[in-house]
């Protein structure tokens, strides 16, 4: 019987491969929108920057930032990248948050909100926190920030988690909480305050609205109000609730808030349910696989025990 000589395996060459400190580069960068942004972000030198940026685009093979007088932006292979670079980073600082609990629970935790979610839910969640895990440092975004509602914060890892209200992107796991329906504000000394709200009665006051914040609620409140043709012709946006409420108190118009945004509503106003409700759903937002982190479940869950309680 003849038998072939046996194949020689040869090793296969192994493609290096980016590091850690590379992808931190390449985000901060990216974030920046110019190399001596990210520079005094990180303390390092633009020349370092580069020399770093340089490497990771020579491994992958294609070049991740157009570099021009007005600072930088991502290429096409940049934009596929920038993602799942961030999504390293976070992997690995998850790795650390759950290899050690202890210390975890004695760490930092940031927290995007509202206002009003933050003054309603999230401050007594917090008060609960404390009283389990004193050392647990938070620090408060304001989820209007990044122009999704607090969303992007979450999906970019600026943020632990946000309490908002539900996002319509993807990339993000949303846990509803509550629904928090609208209500009109008008001075409690309105005729309007004494007889059943008619689409055609608000039609006809002055609106006043807080600034258009970039999440999907400042525009279905609008398309709702549309749809019944409730949309007063006299819209003025404002930037501060406090003055907004001020302003009504003033009989300059009325508003339309959602029910926790109004907290302890002054005597001098007051609220009166839509003719067909409208309402936004609240919920904690984070992103996928980090429900378990020690510090992400023990806020999740004060939360979760306020949300009951109301």
Do not use: C
């Not at 004494?194 to 009665?201: G, K, Q, Y």
């Not at 749809?227 to 302003?247: C, F, G, K, N, P």
């Amino acid at each position: 019987m003849y038998l072939a000589p046996r194949a020689t395996l040869q090793p296969v060459s192994r493609l290096p491969e980016p590091t850690l400190a590379q992808l931190r580069l390449f985000v901060a960068v990216a974030d920046a929108g110019s190399f001596s942004g990210a520079a005094d972000s990180l303390g390092l030198s633009q020349s370092t920057l580069s020399e770093g940026v340089r490497a990771l685009e020579k491994i992958l093979g294609q070049p991740l930032l157009l570099r021009g007088r007005g600072g930088v932006s991502l290429t096409p292979a940049g934009q596929a990248a920038v993602g799942h670079a961030r999504d390293a980073m976070i992997a690995v600082q998850d790795l650390q948050l759950a290899a050690n609990p202890a210390q975890t629970l004695a760490g930092k935790l940031v927290v995007a909100t509202y206002r009003s979610l933050g003054q309603q839910l999230l401050a007594p969640a917090l008060a609960l926190l404390a009283q389990a895990h004193a050392g647990l440092q938070v620090r408060i975004l304001d989820a209007s920030s990044d122009g999704h509602g607090g969303a992007d914060l979450v999906r970019r890892g600026e943020a632990d988690l946000a309490l908002i209200e539900q996002p319509s992107e993807a990339g993000v796991r949303f846990e509803p909480l509550l629904h928090d329906p609208y209500r009109v504000v008008l001075p409690a000394t309105d005729p309007l305050a004494s007889v059943p709200l008619t689409w055609e009665a608000l039609r006809r006051r002055p609106l006043l609205l807080p600034m258009p914040s970039g999440h999907q609620n400042d525009t279905r409140l609008l398309a709702f109000l549309r749809a019944y043709h409730a949309l007063s012709d006299q819209i003025t946006e404002v930037a501060e609730d406090d003055v907004i409420l001020s302003m009504v108190r003033y009989g300059m118009g009325v508003t339309i808030f959602p029910e926790l945004g109004l907290g302890n509503l002054s005597p001098s106003l007051i609220s009166l349910p839509l003719p067909v409700p409208f309402e936004r759903v609240v919920g904690l937002t984070l992103r996928p696989g980090r429900s378990r982190l020690p510090h992400i479940a023990a806020l999740t869950e004060a939360i979760r025990q306020v949300t009951k309680e109301r």
